[in-house]
């Protein structure tokens, strides 16, 4: 049974905070298409496009036919575990720290073998359910779960090593007037969030009532952004950028200065919220159960490829989406994850003119909540969003003339 | 006799006193809000370009954005669509004679309604106590506005912002007097409510309509007398443009 | 096939260079040492070695190429062989092949490595591509943890105690006590064995090899240039060697040698019971014991029944590791793979001296290596002969 965890103790202001250490890093190509499966979650594995065989390690030739026609396709979950080990002594760092730590052998109902970081909950020589997820050098791991639910069993060290979850932690939400904000202060809270800040621009417009405590904060004015970090930075832990601004407009009937303004939100916004938030967080990611965790970016789908009607919009959205980017990886080596959350068009007033489906506030704030506790990278909320990204996944070029018309 | 060297002679004595009518210029300074779907006015907005580092070693300097209409600020004829066609009605355009001249105060700071107006019997109430006030005067409506901060500055409700203001009658009788300009301490010339009186916005429209100018967000007119002070109100030249961020200074005697 | 018998061909001049815990010299130093110990021994001048094999982790970014410019070297045969534990044997196999074919006159095979306070860490992080994308991220110290994975798997398997592979590792030190070269000096008993730390469940400290930094090598020549030479040396009777064995298996419990057993003890024309030593690869006790059952001393599964009923020191009826093996002498990197058949050629000479075993003629010395990923691929085995 996992020991439910408590709320972390003050901080003790005579303690040095610890460096943040990150497990092995290097992986070879094939491998990352695990990190990539478990950027979203999914468990994959090689898949030998001729002969069926699935293999792990990941290679770059099937050993059964020697194809070198190798893709990533979803696995059953299910495994037995054969063998296991408490390692207690590591010449790794990042181990070190967090000794004793568990691992097994898992014959997966898939086929292949594996090495799998074991979840405390795990009886010996148990049946689990296995998961790839992102470990804290950002890459894909293979961890074995209980078969079934277990009380808590989010708190083991292990998940708690893995994922983002917000239980004890305190969350900053960078726009109280963005219409998803309300939804997610009530989803933080429900999974335990410790407090929740959320930034207000422009208080001298009035402000809606949120169940949170309120900061002067505007992602467009770099010196509120410092004054705020100066007093919230050290403790936040899992910081959501869900500032945005939406108007409709192309190229040719769009509005420069609309654009400007999209973009001065969603990208320099986004750069700087980093610049005031980031350096802060990335030397709190071993700072203990509270410890700062994740980057939270939530994104248009379209900024993988336009919707023309907005095309301004979309084009700032593409920026931001190309910042964060760049902003995962100079975090890289505190091991502060960057999750970006996809939407559609969304339920609220720029939107209100199209037709659904439309992602509500709720099911945007469940999604994103589900994405920290699996320590996702990549969310993709609601059906249009995963629409998107299936067909930008399957060729680009179809999917920009059915949304520019083209597509019978 | 030369007139400028008992100014400056005053001024170096202290018995003139230049007053300054300016709110800083912060990121967080209140603009005009209109509904979303329109054009929105830019904050002002300050970027370091370097501050005696590595992006500059020996000096410091930002660069800063805004609207033409952020801050404290000149409204220009061409502001409106009621002067669009008023010649010589751009900043860059307006004779430099116009932004000096003598200033009339009416003071409003006792009422208590945010959404009073002023009308023509307030004027004529003044000029029974101060005089008529003179052609290519500045009027400026005195209501310690200027005091408010934070959300009481826009004072908004659901149904807009709520401040005081000029009647269109008001106007009406300035503009038979042949002042200069009106000026107030709130974010526009008019009213929170002047979208709702007839015709709307009626100081922005009569005002540039009849080539009058606009200054807003004044700060501090409590430390003007009702009549006597001069007024400095220069915008930036800027071509084509329909207003400027100002630096407000008034030339006060003492007695 | 049968493979043709190495008639002819002899192993001679063992040279093993002093272990030491860390050492801030570098491979080809310790490769140095021990090729210039194979020539004082056999009396030969550098210029005579016209075959040399080179096993080494640590040379990088060299292989057996630069280190003959290193070392002024000019062999007409030369082989780089990279498989840890198995390199021995595999190096025997390939040079006395090219002693019988005439490619080489003299082959020279030497093993060695330094261990340098961070050299270990390093060397695990670029180990393998299967390790690093599938166990460096999962804790593993190195081997510790998938070996620790096997040990757990062979125990539940076939109901293995500590205490089994604890009388193994107590024997091995006993014997290592008598060996000057031995890192380990100090006595070990069950007792310390069983209280010992532990380092990856159900592995404590005594079960794990200590990394260290060393050197061993041997000649390879015809049988009678060493008469002539007036060398004691060592026929080849049979060896084998596989790869990649068993890869269905989910877990190993057994390795490469069930393939080939049958054939090595016919080539030697002997059963197991006719060895008077065995020197298998102990990086860690449950690998012996997979080499004891897998070379046919015994069934799969009966390897702890087997031990408890025998004396695996010196002095003992089962004589292994008689110079305490890698677990007590210490594991100086591919060295490891050459201390088993070095000491090998020291008993069936009668040059062991305070291990010597009296009147051992015959000896069967295993390998195994690379830790790819979950097991060890490399297996090989020789069985030797005093000429």
């Known amino acids: 049974m996992t020991q439910p965890l408590t709320p972390p103790p003050r901080k003790n202001p005579q303690q040095r905070t610890p460096t943040p250490t990150l497990p092995p890093m290097p992986r070879s190509r094939a491998a990352l298409g695990l990190t990539s499966a478990a950027a979203e979650g999914r468990f994959a594995l090689q898949v030998c496009a001729e002969c069926g065989a699935v293999s792990y390690p990941p290679r770059d030739a099937c050993a059964a036919c020697l194809s070198t026609d190798l893709g990533w396709r979803d696995q059953p979950a299910g495994g037995q575990l054969l063998a296991e080990t408490t390692i207690r ?247 502060l994850r960057v999750m970006h959350v996809f939407v559609g068009p969304t339920e609220d007033d720029w939107h209100q003119p199209l037709p659904p489906p439309k992602l509500t506030p709720q099911a945007l704030a469940r999604d994103l909540v589900q994405g920290l506790r699996d320590g996702l990278e990549e969310v993709w909320s609601g059906d249009v969003a995963k629409d998107i990204r299936a067909r930008y996944a399957a060729d680009p070029k179809v999917l920009e003339r059915e949304l520019t018309g083209g597509g019978a | 006799m030369s007139v400028l060297e008992p100014l400056l002679a005053g001024l170096a004595t202290g018995r003139v006193r230049v007053v300054d009518l300016t709110h800083t210029l912060d990121p967080d300074f209140p603009v005009i809000i209109l509904p979303p779907e329109f054009g929105q006015c830019a904050r002002f907005r300050m970027e370091e370009v370097s501050a005696y580092d590595h992006r500059g070693p020996g000096w410091k300097w930002h660069n800063i954005s805004m609207n033409e209409h952020t ?102 009788a300035l503009l038979a007097r042949d002042i200069r300009g009106f000026g107030t301490e709130t974010v526009g010339t008019d009213a929170g409510q002047g979208a709702h009186l007839t015709p709307p916005y009626p100081a922005h429209f009569l005002l540039h309509g009849a080539g009058k100018l606009g200054l807003q967000c004044l700060s501090g007119l409590d430390q003007l007398p009702p009549t006597g002070a001069v007024l400095i109100a220069a915008p930036l030249k800027i071509k084509g443009g329909t207003g400027s961020p100002l630096r407000v200074l008034a030339l006060l005697e003492d007695a | ?129 299967f390790a690093m994308d599938a166990s460096t991220p999962y804790g593993y110290g190195g081997p510790n943890a998938s070996f620790a994975l096997l040990t757990d798997r062979y125990m539940t398997e076939f109901g293995a105690t500590r205490t089994d592979f604890g009388r193994l590792c107590v024997a091995q030190r006993a014997n290592a006590l008598r060996y000057p070269g031995a890192v380990m000096k100090r006595p070990l008993t069950l007792e310390d064995y069983l209280a010992a730390r532990p380092i990856a469940d159900p592995l404590a400290l005594y079960d794990c090899v200590m990394p260290c930094a060393g050197a061993e090598a041997f000649l390879v020549m015809r049988e009678d240039e060493a008469a002539r030479r007036d060398l004691p040396a060592a026929r080849i009777a049979a060896t084998i060697e596989r790869h990649n064995a068993h890869a269905e298996d989910p877990i190993q419990l057994s390795g490469g040698w069930t393939l080939d057993r049958d054939r090595l003890w016919e080539a030697a024309d002997c059963a197991p019971q006719d060895v008077d030593l065995v020197q298998t690869y102990d990086d860690y006790p449950v690998i012996s014991l997979l080499q004891i059952e897998d070379l046919g001393f015994c069934g799969k599964g009966e390897g702890p029944d087997f031990l408890r009923a025998r004396d695996l020191t010196v002095t003992g009826d089962f004589p292994h590791n008689t110079n305490g093996g890698q677990l007590s002498a210490g594991q100086a990197g591919a060295a490891g793979g050459f201390i088993g058949l070095v000491e090998a050629l020291r008993q069936v000479t009668g040059r062991a001296g305070p291990t010597q075993i009296a009147g051992a003629r015959r000896a069967l010395v295993s390998g195994f290596g690379m830790i790819n990923f979950d097991r060890g691929i490399c297996t090989g085995a020789a069985v030797l002969e005093a000429a």
């Open chain 3, 1 to 129: 096939m049968t493979p043709l018998p190495y008639d002819g061909v002899v192993a001679t001049a063992p040279v093993s260079v002093p272990y030491q815990r860390y050492s801030q010299e570098t491979a080809h130093w310790w490769i140095a040492k021990a090729l210039r110990g194979v020539l004082q021994a056999a009396g030969l001048e550098k210029s005579a070695l016209d075959g040399v094999t080179v096993s080494s982790f640590t040379l990088f970014p060299d292989t057996a190429v630069g280190l003959t410019q290193h070392l002024g070297l000019c062999p007409r045969w030369l082989d780089h062989i990279p498989m840890g534990g198995a390199s021995g044997v595999v190096a025997l196999r390939r040079a006395a092949r090219a002693v019988q074919a005439g490619d080489a006159r003299i082959v020279a095979c030497v093993a060695g490595d330094t261990n340098r306070i961070e050299s270990f860490r390093t060397l695990l992080s670029s180990f393998s591509r």
């Open chain 1, 89 to 335: 002594v590591s010449p790794q760092l990042y181990f070190r720290q967090r000794m004793p730590w568990r691992i097994g052998t898992v014959k997966l109902d898939a086929g292949p073998v594996v090495t799998a970081h074991l979840h405390g909950d795990v009886p010996r020589a148990g049946r689990v359910r296995m998961a790839a997820r992102l470990d804290r050098a950002g890459q894909g791991v293979l961890v074995a779960l209980p078969a079934e639910e277990t009380p808590h069993m989010e708190d083991d060290p292990l998940m708690r090593s893995l994922t983002c979850d917000p239980k004890h932690r305190r969350v900053l939400i960078a726009d109280g007037r963005n219409a998803n904000t309300p939804a997610l202060i009530a989803a933080l809270h429900d999974a335990g969030a410790a407090a929740i800040y959320v930034g207000m621009a422009e208080g001298w417009r009035g402000a809606p009532t949120l169940d949170a405590e309120i900061l002067p904060l505007d992602v467009t004015d770099a010196a509120s952004l410092a004054r705020m970090a100066g007093e919230y930075g050290g403790k936040t832990d899992i910081l959501i950028n869900n500032a945005r601004h939406l108007r409709p407009g192309g190229v040719l009937a769009g509005d420069p200065v609309r654009a400007r303004e999209a973009l001065e939100v969603s990208a320099l916004g986004l750069m700087r919220l980093a610049q005031a938030f980031g350096p802060g967080m990335a030397a709190r990611t071993a700072d203990g159960t509270n410890a700062a965790v994740a980057w939270v970016n939530i994104l248009s789908a379209h900024a993988l490829i336009p919707d023309p009607a907005m095309g301004g919009f979309c084009a700032a959205q593409s920026a931001a989406l190309s910042l964060s980017r760049s902003l995962r990886a100079e975090f890289r080596a505190s091991g």
């Open chain 2, 71 to 172: 801050g404290t600020h000149f409204d220009a004829p061409i502001h409106w669509i009621s002067g669009r066609d008023v010649a010589g009605g751009a900043v860059d355009e307006i004779a430099p004679e116009a932004f000096v001249g003598p200033v009339c105060v009416i003071d409003c700071s006792a009422e208590t309604d945010p959404d009073f107006l002023l009308e023509p019997a307030h004027i004529e109430a003044w000029e029974a106590a101060h005089g008529p006030i003179p052609g290519g005067a500045w009027v400026l409506m005195r209501t310690d506005w200027s005091k408010r901060s934070g959300a009481a500055y826009l004072n908004m409700a659901e149904d807009g912002p709520h401040s005081p203001g000029p009647s269109a009658a008001a106007i009406e």
